[in-house]
């Protein structure tokens, strides 16, 4: 049977670097309290100019490299955000310009699944490998969060929580016999979705609900930045990431205790600590960057899994868990046999 294989991985962030005190002289806020909430000490800002879509493609670039592979060699573009550069078309077919395989008239898949836009991702990469449609595709999260916050005291419970980057994984065909466990590939993914807590964390316009979707009152209007209900989004991660785990787990007859590498969406050092704290699984095992980037959204966990790689955080035969929570609500979990 065929089992996807993630044959490289890449990651990018811009290079300017906004600590929590560049945020403190904006609104009222500071170091303290957005590291003692949050555990973020700075995050990076792309320039004007320079879109999700432009990271994406240095992050993918850094995945082939990785994987010894051509552009070209790409049968297929799978792309979250939720910062697109543009409201239509999405950023997928911006990558696949960017890499300069237009000409190869491979399908580019846009996803809108927020924080959990690289699971989403990854599940549909995973099923197009599976069933055998394509045999390479690009997973690419990218976000640039950054022109759409506000920086007023207004926006500050969101706006020192985000910041901008992308990170990619090639995943590829390979064949095992009898879906051996501990053959590499990714073994298991579970997504879920809520949609009554839809308006607990959004960006409600511009929207096509009321005409004109433009309107001066939404240039001044808290409409147009993030709104997010922080303590049931918080409450509600504590709970479903534990929760999708141990189900994602149990398809193996496995516990927490077999995961050897633990990568969780980059939202909140807190929630991950209690998150990992819930499973019993030790803080060595549970890997964190949220410290230097804030929270990327779709960016996150495959910059993450890059940063992990690169850094020779996980061997062969280790059993590397992701997991995710974000707007939708959403969340997901993804089993890999490294
Ligand atoms: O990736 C998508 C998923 N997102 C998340 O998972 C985020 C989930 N939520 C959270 O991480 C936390 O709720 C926050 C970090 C957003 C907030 O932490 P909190 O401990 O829940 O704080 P709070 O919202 O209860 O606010 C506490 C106080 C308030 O003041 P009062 O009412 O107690 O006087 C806020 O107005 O902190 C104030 N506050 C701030 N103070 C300084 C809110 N934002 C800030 C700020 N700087 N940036």
Same mark, same amino acid.
């Given at each position: 049977?065929?089992?996807?294989?993630?044959?490289?991985?890449?990651?990018?962030?811009?290079?300017?670097?906004?600590?929590?005190?560049?945020?403190?002289?904006?609104?009222?806020?500071?170091?303290?309290?957005?590291?003692?909430?949050?555990?973020?000490?700075?995050?990076?800002?792309?320039?004007?100019?320079?879109?999700?879509?432009?990271?994406?493609?240095?992050?993918?670039?850094?995945?082939?490299?990785?994987?010894?592979?051509?552009?070209?060699?790409?049968?297929?573009?799978?792309?979250?955000?939720?910062?697109?550069?543009?409201?239509?078309?999405?950023?997928?077919?911006?990558?696949?310009?960017?890499?300069?395989?237009?000409?190869?008239?491979?399908?580019?898949?846009?996803?809108?699944?927020?924080?959990?836009?690289?699971?989403?991702?990854?599940?549909?990469?995973?099923?197009?490998?599976?069933?055998?449609?394509?045999?390479?595709?690009?997973?690419?999260?990218?976000?640039?969060?950054?022109?759409?916050?506000?920086?007023?005291?207004?926006?500050?419970?969101?706006?020192?929580?985000?910041?901008?980057?992308?990170?990619?994984?090639?995943?590829?065909?390979?064949?095992?016999?009898?879906?051996?466990?501990?053959?590499?590939?990714?073994?298991?993914?579970?997504?879920?979705?809520?949609?009554?807590?839809?308006?607990?964390?959004?960006?409600?316009?511009?929207?096509?609900?009321?005409?004109?979707?433009?309107?001066?009152?939404?240039?001044?209007?808290?409409?147009?930045?993030?709104?997010?209900? !922080?303590? $049931?989004?918080?409450?509600?991660?504590?709970?479903?990431?534990? *929760?999708? &785990?141990?189900?994602?787990?149990? @398809? /193996? %007859?496995?516990?927490?205790?077999?995961?050897?590498?633990?990568?969780?969406?980059?939202?909140?050092?807190?929630?991950?600590?209690?998150?990992?704290?819930?499973?019993?699984?030790?803080?060595?095992?549970?890997?964190?960057?949220?410290?230097?980037? !804030?929270? $990327?959204?779709?960016?996150?966990?495959?910059?993450?899994?890059? *940063?992990? &790689?690169?850094?020779?955080?996980? @061997? /062969? %035969?280790?059993?590397?868990?992701?997991?995710?929570?974000?707007?939708?609500?959403?969340?997901?979990?993804?089993?890999?046999?490294?």
């Amino acid at each position: 049977m065929k089992r996807s294989k993630i044959l490289g991985t890449g990651h990018f962030v811009p290079d300017r670097v906004v600590t929590n005190f560049d945020l403190a002289k904006l609104m009222d806020t500071s170091d303290e309290w957005i590291q003692q909430r949050s555990g973020i000490v700075e995050r990076r800002y792309a320039e004007d100019g320079i879109g999700p879509a432009d990271m994406g493609a240095e992050a993918s670039k850094r995945a082939l490299e990785a994987a010894g592979l051509e552009a070209k060699d790409i049968d297929c573009i799978v792309f979250g955000t939720l910062s697109p550069d543009l409201q239509f078309p999405g950023g997928g077919v911006l990558v696949q310009h960017k890499l300069g395989i237009s000409d190869t008239y491979i399908p580019c898949f846009d996803l809108r699944n927020q924080c959990s836009g690289y699971l989403y991702g990854m599940q549909v990469a995973d099923a197009f490998i599976k069933n055998g449609t394509f045999d390479k595709v690009l997973v690419v999260g990218a976000e640039k969060h950054s022109p759409a916050l506000d920086h007023t005291n207004r926006g500050r419970d969101v706006a020192v929580l985000f910041g901008d980057g992308s990170g990619a994984t090639i995943l590829g065909a390979v064949e095992v016999e009898d879906d051996d466990p501990d053959a590499p590939g990714l073994l298991e993914i579970e997504t879920h979705a809520q949609g009554e807590y839809a308006r607990e964390l959004m960006v409600e316009a511009p929207n096509t609900i009321i005409k004109p979707w433009v309107r001066q009152e939404l240039v001044d209007n808290p409409m147009a930045f993030p709104s997010m209900n !922080g303590r $049931l989004v918080f409450m509600h991660a504590c709970s479903r990431m534990p *929760e999708i &785990v141990v189900k994602v787990l149990a @398809k /193996r %007859g496995w516990t927490p205790a077999d995961v050897d590498v633990f990568l969780p969406h980059q939202a909140n050092l807190r929630i991950n600590q209690r998150v990992a704290k819930q499973l019993e699984i030790p803080e060595e095992k549970c890997h964190n960057n949220i410290m230097k980037y !804030g929270n $990327l959204s779709a960016g996150s966990i495959p910059t993450l899994l890059d *940063e992990v &790689v690169r850094g020779g955080q996980v @061997k /062969r %035969g280790d059993l590397v868990c992701m997991a995710g929570f974000g707007s939708g609500f959403t969340w997901g979990s993804i089993l890999y046999r490294w």
